[in-house]
């Protein structure tokens, strides 16, 4: 069964700080999705990494993604407070599933 | 990307009854999927609708409880039936992006069953 892990879960930081939060998953998979959700809204795509080493970048956020470590890094630079919101990790199951399993999210909190 | 249209955006229900939601895509797709959001939770798969044939439903998830149809390529409903407050949850439907493998999300059903 994949399980996808988000770490941190809560984030509070300042305006102008950098940080990095991580995404673990348990099974081979070469697609990780990262997307953004504001309270009682639906998701918003940020990311789509589709291979090792992959690394996108928006604005103050980058994504990378290493596959052969499970892992992916959703890094903030330079926060500010419009960037509150919760962040989700999704990883497509191996074989083109098309089936998403999500991170718990991490709900981000940037105080001015 | 495709363009979703989730309707309704939120509805407040009574224990026992069934609510359908209905998402509508600006464009054809093989394979359309439903979530479950439950309050402060993350994203659980319910099921994915092919057109012409029966869903295919997720551990814990049923047809009785979800029926789902699926008429044509562009269109799909969710019912959420015989319900209780347990199923207050936001609901979502998803499509795939072929051209950037990305998915897109509906705006969301936010249910309230009281």
């Known amino acids: 069964e994949l399980k996808v892990e988000q770490n941190p879960l809560f984030l509070s930081m300042q305006e102008g700080k950098n940080y990095t939060i991580y995404c673990n998953y348990s099974?081979?998979?070469?697609?990780l999705y990262w997307y953004r959700q504001d309270p009682g809204k639906s998701l918003e795509s940020l990311f789509v990494?589709?291979?090792?080493?992959a690394v996108k970048q928006e604005g103050r956020l980058m994504a990378s993604l290493d596959t052969k470590a499970r892992l992916s890094t959703l890094h903030i630079t330079a926060a500010v407070h419009d960037l509150s919101a919760t962040y989700f990790c999704?990883?497509?199951?191996?074989?083109?599933?098309?089936?998403?399993?999500f991170g718990k999210g991490m709900k981000l909190t940037v105080n001015p | 990307s495709a363009v979703i249209s989730q309707k309704p955006s939120r509805d407040i229900c009574q224990r026992g009854t069934s609510l359908t939601i209905q998402c509508q895509v600006d464009?054809?797709?093989?394979?359309m999927f439903w979530y479950r959001q439950q309050p402060g939770q993350s994203l659980t798969l319910i099921a994915t609708?092919?057109?012409?044939?029966?869903?295919?439903?997720e551990s814990g998830f049923v047809i009785d409880k979800f029926p789902i149809s699926r008429p044509n390529l562009t269109f799909s409903t969710l019912t959420v039936s015989n319900m209780s407050p347990e199923d207050s949850s936001i609901y979502l439907c998803?499509?795939?992006?072929?051209?950037?493998?990305?998915?897109?999300f509906g705006s969301g059903t936010r249910l309230t069953v009281v």
């Open positions: 998803s499509v795939g992006n072929p051209h950037n493998y990305g998915y897109t």
């Open positions: 099974t081979t998979s070469d697609r």
């Open positions: 990494l589709l291979s090792n080493g």
């Open positions: 999704a990883v497509d199951m191996k074989g083109g599933s098309e089936k998403l399993v």
């Open positions: 464009s054809q797709v093989t394979m």
């Open positions: 609708a092919n057109q012409g044939s029966e869903a295919t439903y």
